[in-house]
Every structure is written in structure tokens, then in C-alpha cells.
């Protein structure tokens, strides 16, 4: 039994900052139809600025708790910069052509981020794991736990409560919705759609980059960081269906799950297992578990 | 129909460039050596592509290719060069007929992401299958031809480059000649519109299946061809960014032109080698700022700067697309 709580647990906790990732991804797709293989990238980009900053804290000898606040801050800020930066300079140029060519555009930039993450950060691995002690030690049904671990799950089940809250909740969530539904309608309802693509590509990489800030103090920072994850949060927003909130919460605990099972039980079949369920959700639901099914035109 | 070269005018090309082998400086041969066995599986890309499906998984076939080669050697002492490329188009070809049918009824997006979540699997067990070496692979002895050993490193090279040129320019004329028949004019028809051709009583899933088994094909000799090349082999061969610079030839190149696949591979290997020498750590930098430049003032491919006629009235074709997936402002 408590072998099995290890599994749930270690689940939840993969499954809370996969589900941040995920989010941003299946919301970039959702509003801007673009499969965004750079948003590994944004991620480790998060990942590496959390870094820094929390390095820079700690050799002022603040505590780690203006550490782990100072982090937030600033990759919330810089990745929302750059998120701009590039759906306005980049991205924009290339609307109106084919899904698969906005994918290329996307790898075109995950391989430049590749290497300037490198030419800042260098290829040996970074640490930051002074706020990884802020929540010391939680006891759990008898198992010990890092409580920075577990504050992780409510962090992420606020996060995904706050967008489920905005995009069905308020005025601006419904207009996102309506550009989602019909773009086409939207502009002739006066909506900008501009802006919508804007801000939402600009809270996608938010969303990736925060991820990467929360889970930097657990990790090591190494190049190969971006292509792990990227090739995660695919399966998990395929297994839910692109472009749902649900659909990204049920496929993040599904991977966590897969992947804490696999971990304890058969670490040699990790990977293995996790696209193999993606595999299975592609072949009997195409379009993941949480899409309806849409009409086309002939 | 666009007039082309005629086969017997490109068997020449081949043998010229097979000949011009032999003047060629060493590095020259072992880069051309590569660039050809990468334009062969972005050919399979291309072929694909022109039912309007992007494979982001060839790597699965690469490797395949490349494993069932690299065991047959290791196991039974198959050393010649022909026979693994055989071998290898062989395996892929096993695997492509196995997932063809089974995928051919996704597009767009959700086809390329099966693709990929495939050779992923792959790449997954690979890693963890100690038998075949896990995540370091394993070698394979030196290649040889028709009984010949070759000892001295400079004919080795140029063997390895005289039948990779000869493969893939046989494989090139084979697919222009496909592209030209009723079969790859139906595949273009899939592309623009499969209902539309299903309902003229032809099989869009059938067309989709056998173009991708050539493509599984072409993955799998190339698989050999890399595994001759390096005598070494990982499972990189299956992982996905592999797989994206596959992709990455196949766009440099467009689906216009054959020759235009053969030109962009070389020139991304070139891009590569010199930016290796000038820049080192930054050539994916320097791949990326060049994939989105083609992307950008070459939308249809480097094939489009030689090729200019009549396909050119069809851009509105291009429109129409875009006001199908809702005009973006």
C-alpha cells in the first residue's frame, strides 16, 4: 500500500509541473493553431534565468525565500518580453501558412535558442538548489517527503484553476475563446485578434518558463534539457487532445503517473511507456481524449 | 506535364559525378558520402509529402535500417556494401509496410505526431536494450564490394561514396519518374483534397500507405549508408531532432524538383562543415537562422529557383488554403 502511495505521490509531483508546461503549449495552439516545438526551449530558458538569479541571491547572502520570490519575478518578466518579442518579430510573418510549415518555424527557433542557451550558459551543468530546502521536510503517511516537492501541486492545481477561471469565467477568457472558435467571426466582431495572439503566445511561454523556474532548484541545467521536455509535454497534450485545459491536466497525470510507475517498477521502460500510451490514445481517439470532433469542409 | 530530364541523360549525371569522385579531396568524398545518403531519406520525405503528409519520424526507419544492418553484420559477417543497402532498405520497407496502413488515416498535424511518438518508442527501447549496447550502440566492421576489401582508407571513402551517389541517384530517377506517372499525380490529388479523391474511386489510404512505404524504403538504405559511413551505431539514429534535420533537407529542398533534394542536402552539409570550422557550438544557430530564411523568401523550396513555370499560376492555390483555415489578419 505505501509502495503504491509512492507511485501516486512521485506521480503528482511529475505530473504538477508537467501540467504547467502542457498548459502553455495546448494554449499556444489552441488560439494561434501553431504546434510550438520551441516551447521546450522556453522552459529551459526559465530554467537557466531561475538559475542565475537564485546564484546572484544567495551570494548576497539574502534567504532563499527572496531567492525563490526573485526568481518568479524575473523569468515571469523576461520570458513575457520574450514571448512578445518573437510573436511580433517572428511568428507574425508567417501566418496564413501551412500547420506543418509553422512547425517548422518553431523548430527553426527551438535550434537557435539551443545554441544561445549554450553561448550564455556554457555546456556544464548549473545547480540552484538553495530554495529547494524553503518548505524543509514534510512527513507523509509515513513517508518523508521534500515539501518543496509537494507545495508543487497546489501550486500547479492553482494555476490550472486560475486559467480554467479566465477563459470561461470572464470577459477577456471568452473573447480568447471566441478567436479559438472562429477567428474569422471574431475579427468581424471587432475583436483584435492581433492582440490575442500576441498576449496568448506571450502566456504560453510564460507558462514554460515558470515551469522551469519551479522545478530549477530540483534539477541540474545542462544542455538536452529542452528536447526532454518538449518531447513530454507533445505526448501529454496529443494524449489530452490539443488545445484543452482538461485534456493537458488528465494527459500531465496520465505521463507523471506512467512515468513514477515506470520509474519504481521497470525503470528500463520509461520513454517506452509513456509513448506507447500516446501511441494508443492516437490510434483509437485521434483526437485526444478531451477534443470533440470537428466538421470539414469538403 | 513539365518536360524534365530524360532517365538516360541523368544515368549520365550519376556516372560523372560518381567519376568525379575520384578527384575529390577526402573530406570533400566522406561530406558528399553523407550529403547523399541524407538527400535519399529527405527524397522518401518528399515523396511522402506530395500526399500532403510530413513524417517527423523517419528516424525510426534510419535506425532500423541502420540496426538490422549493423546486427546481420556483426552476426553473420555480411561485409558488402550492396547487400547492406539491400538489407537495410529491407527492414525499413518491413516496418514501413507494418505502420503504413496503420497511420495512413491521420494528416496534417496528428500524422506527424504518431510519426514521432513511434520513432520515440524506439528510441526508447533502444536506449534501454543493453543486448544492442543501450545508449552508446555499437561498431561494425569495414565495409567491402563484390568480394573486394578495401584496406586503404582513400578507396574506402570512395567506394562508400561511388555506391552511395549510384543508390541515390537511381532512386532519384525512380522517383521522378514516379512523380510524373498517374500514381504520383494521384498523390498530389490526395494532398489537395482526399475526400475529393475518394469519392473519383480511387483509395486516398492506399495512395498514402505505398508512398510512405517508399519513404521507409529510402530511410532504411540511407540507415545503412550512415552506418557505413560512421561504423558505429546509437540510438541518435531514432531520436527526434535526427528526424527534424531529415525534415529540415526535405523543406530546403520543396517538392518541386528532384535534383533540388540532392542540391539542398549538400548544401546543408556544407552550411554544417562551415560553420563547424568558423563557428564552433553555434551551427544549429546558424541551421536555424537559414531554415527560417528559406522559409521566408523560399517558400517553396531552393527547387523554386530553377524551376519557374507554369506551377507558378498556382499560387492561388496557396490562398485558398489559407482562407480554409480561417484568413489570418
Given at each position: ?21 502542457a498548459?502553455?503549449l495546448t494554449?499556444?495552439?489552441?488560439v494561434?493553431?501553431?504546434?510550438n516545438i ?10 537557466y ?5 537564485v546564484t ?7 534567504p ?7 526568481m518568479?519575478?524575473s523569468?515571469a518578466?523576461?520570458a513575457?518580453a ?8 517572428l ?7 501551412d500547420e506543418?510549415?509553422l512547425l517548422l518555424?518553431?523548430?527553426a527557433v527551438?535550434l537557435i535558442?539551443?545554441d544561445?542557451t549554450?553561448l550564455i550558459?556554457?555546456v ?11 518548505f524543509g521536510?514534510?512527513?507523509?503517511a509515513?513517508?518523508?517527503?521534500v515539501?518543496y516537492d509537494?507545495v508543487?501541486?497546489p ?6 484553476f ?9 470577459v477577456?477568457?471568452k ?9 474569422e467571426?471574431?475579427v468581424s466582431?471587432?475583436v483584435?485578434?492581433n492582440?490575442?495572439?500576441a498576449?496568448?503566445f506571450?502566456f504560453g511561454v ?6 522551469g523556474a519551479?522545478?530549477a532548484?530540483k534539477?541540474?541545467m545542462?544542455p ?7 518531447i513530454l509535454?507533445?505526448a ?5 487532445g490539443?488545445g484543452s485545459v ?7 497525470i ?5 512515468r ?5 517498477l521497470?525503470p528500463q ?9 500516446m501511441?494508443a490514445?492516437?490510434m483509437?481517439?485521434p483526437?485526444?481524449?478531451f477534443k470533440?470532433e470537428?466538421?470539414r469542409?469538403? | 506535364?513539365?518536360?524534365?530530364l530524360h532517365?538516360?541523360v541523368?544515368i549520365a549525371?550519376?556516372a560523372m559525378v560518381?567519376l568525379a569522385?575520384?578527384a575529390?579531396?577526402?573530406?570533400t568524398l566522406s561530406?558528399a ?12 520525405i518528399v ?7 510530413v513524417?517527423?519520424g523517419q528516424g525510426l526507419?534510419?535506425a ?6 549493423a546486427?546481420?553484420?556483426n ?11 539491400i ?9 514501413g509496410l507494418?505502420i503504413?496502413?496503420l497511420?495512413?488515416r491521420?494528416?496534417?498535424i496528428?500524422?506527424?505526431?504518431l510519426?514521432l511518438?513511434?520513432s520515440?518508442v524506439?528510441?526508447?527501447?533502444l536506449v534501454k536494450s543493453?543486448a544492442?549496447?543501450?545508449s552508446?550502440?555499437f561498431n561494425v566492421?569495414r565495409p ?10 582513400r578507396?574506402?571513402?570512395f567506394?562508400l561514396?561511388?555506391?552511395?551517389v549510384?543508390?541515390?541517384g537511381?532512386?532519384?530517377?525512380a522517383a521522378?519518374i ?6 504520383g ?7 489537395e483534397?482526399?475526400?475529393?479523391v475518394?469519392?473519383l474511386g480511387?483509395?486516398?489510404n492506399r495512395?498514402?500507405?505505398?508512398n ?6 529510402f ?21 527526434w531532432?535526427?528526424s527534424?534535420?531529415f ?5 530546403l529542398a520543396g517538392?518541386q524538383?528532384v535534383?533540388a533534394?540532392f542540391?539542398a542536402?549538400?548544401a ?10 568558423y563557428?564552433?557550438n ?10 527560417l530564411?528559406?522559409i521566408?523568401?523560399?517558400?517553396r523550396g ?13 499560387i492561388?492555390?496557396?490562398a485558398?488554403l489559407?482562407a480554409?483555415?480561417?484568413?489570418a489578419?
Amino acid at each position: 500500500m505505501n509502495f503504491f502511495l509512492t507511485i501516486v505521490l512521485d506521480g503528482l509531483i511529475q505530473a504538477s509541473w508537467l501540467f504547467i508546461v502542457a498548459l502553455g503549449l495546448t494554449l499556444v495552439f489552441g488560439v494561434l493553431k501553431i504546434l510550438n516545438i520551441a516551447h521546450g526551449s522556453f522552459y529551459a530558458l526559465g530554467a537557466y534565468i531561475a538559475a542565475t538569479v537564485v546564484t546572484m541571491v544567495a551570494a548576497r547572502s539574502l534567504p532563499p525565500s527572496v531567492g525563490f520570490v526573485a526568481m518568479l519575478l524575473s523569468v515571469a518578466l523576461i520570458a513575457s518580453a520574450v514571448g512578445l518579442l518573437l510573436e511580433r518579430g517572428l511568428l507574425k510573418m508567417f501566418y496564413g501558412r501551412d500547420e506543418v510549415v509553422l512547425l517548422l518555424v518553431t523548430y527553426a527557433v527551438f535550434l537557435i535558442l539551443e545554441d544561445v542557451t549554450k553561448l550564455i550558459w556554457g555546456v556544464n551543468p548549473i545547480y540552484a538548489t538553495q530554495p529547494y530546502e524553503l518548505f524543509g521536510n514534510i512527513e507523509f503517511a509515513g513517508l518523508y517527503y521534500v515539501g518543496y516537492d509537494l507545495v508543487l501541486i497546489p501550486i500547479s492545481a492553482l494555476i490550472g484553476f486560475a486559467i480554467w477561471f479566465g477563459l470561461n469565467r470572464t470577459v477577456i477568457g471568452k473573447i480568447v475563446l471566441a478567436v479559438i472558435h472562429n477567428e474569422e467571426m471574431s475579427v468581424s466582431m471587432g475583436v483584435r485578434v492581433n492582440r490575442v495572439y500576441a498576449v496568448a503566445f506571450a502566456f504560453g511561454v510564460l507558462l514554460a518558463a515558470l515551469a522551469g523556474a519551479l522545478t530549477a532548484p530540483k534539477i541540474s541545467m545542462q544542455p538536452g534539457l529542452s528536447s526532454d521536455v518538449i518531447i513530454l509535454s507533445f505526448a501529454i497534450v496529443v494524449i489530452g487532445g490539443l488545445g484543452s485545459v482538461e485534456g493537458a491536466a488528465v494527459g500531465a497525470i496520465l505521463v507523471g503517473l506512467a512515468r513514477a510507475a515506470s520509474v519504481h517498477l521497470m525503470p528500463q521502460a520509461e520513454l517506452f511507456m509513456i509513448y506507447l500510451i500516446m501511441a494508443a490514445v492516437l490510434m483509437f481517439r485521434p483526437e485526444g481524449l478531451f477534443k470533440r470532433e470537428t466538421a470539414r469542409r469538403i | 506535364m513539365r518536360k524534365g530530364l530524360h532517365p538516360l541523360v541523368m544515368i549520365a549525371l550519376i556516372a560523372m559525378v560518381t567519376l568525379a569522385g575520384r578527384a575529390l579531396p577526402t573530406w570533400t568524398l566522406s561530406l558528399a558520402t553523407i550529403a547523399a545518403s541524407n538527400a535519399l531519406i529527405a527524397l522518401g520525405i518528399v515523396v511522402l509529402a506530395r500526399t500532403g503528409n510530413v513524417s517527423f519520424g523517419q528516424g525510426l526507419f534510419f535506425a532500423a535500417g541502420g540496426y538490422g544492418v549493423a546486427l546481420i553484420a556483426n552476426t553473420w559477417g555480411l561485409t558488402d556494401a550492396m547487400a547492406q543497402v539491400i538489407v537495410g532498405a529491407a527492414c525499413g520497407g518491413l516496418l514501413g509496410l507494418v505502420i503504413g496502413p496503420l497511420i495512413a488515416r491521420y494528416s496534417g498535424i496528428f500524422f506527424g505526431m504518431l510519426t514521432l511518438a513511434l520513432s520515440m518508442v524506439f528510441y526508447g527501447a533502444l536506449v534501454k536494450s543493453t543486448a544492442l549496447g543501450g545508449s552508446d550502440g555499437f561498431n561494425v566492421g569495414r565495409p567491402s564490394l563484390f568480394g573486394m576489401s578495401f584496406t586503404d582508407p582513400r578507396e574506402a571513402d570512395f567506394m562508400l561514396y561511388a555506391v552511395s551517389v549510384i543508390v541515390t541517384g537511381f532512386a532519384g530517377i525512380a522517383a521522378t519518374i514516379l512523380f510524373r506517372s498517374e500514381f504520383g499525380l494521384a498523390s498530389l490529388a490526395v494532398r489537395e483534397n482526399n475526400l475529393r479523391v475518394e469519392y473519383l474511386g480511387l483509395s486516398a489510404n492506399r495512395i498514402i500507405s505505398i508512398n510512405f512505404l517508399i519513404a521507409a524504403i529510402f530511410a532504411g538504405a540511407s540507415g545503412a549508408f550512415a552506418l557505413m559511413a560512421q561504423r558505429h551505431i546509437d540510438p541518435q539514429f531514432a531520436y527526434w531532432t535526427t528526424s527534424g534535420e531529415f525534415v529540415f533537407v526535405a523543406v530546403l529542398a520543396g517538392n518541386q524538383s528532384v535534383a533540388a533534394v540532392f542540391v539542398a542536402s549538400m548544401a546543408l552539409e556544407l552550411v554544417r562543415s562551415f560553420s563547424n570550422l568558423y563557428l564552433p557550438n553555434t551551427w544549429q544557430l546558424v541551421l536555424g537562422v537559414f531554415l527560417l530564411g528559406v522559409i521566408l523568401f523560399l517558400p517553396r523550396g531552393i527547387g523554386s529557383l530553377w524551376i519557374r513555370d507554369r506551377r507558378k499560376r498556382r499560387i492561388p492555390a496557396a490562398a485558398t488554403l489559407t482562407a480554409e483555415r480561417g484568413a489570418a489578419p
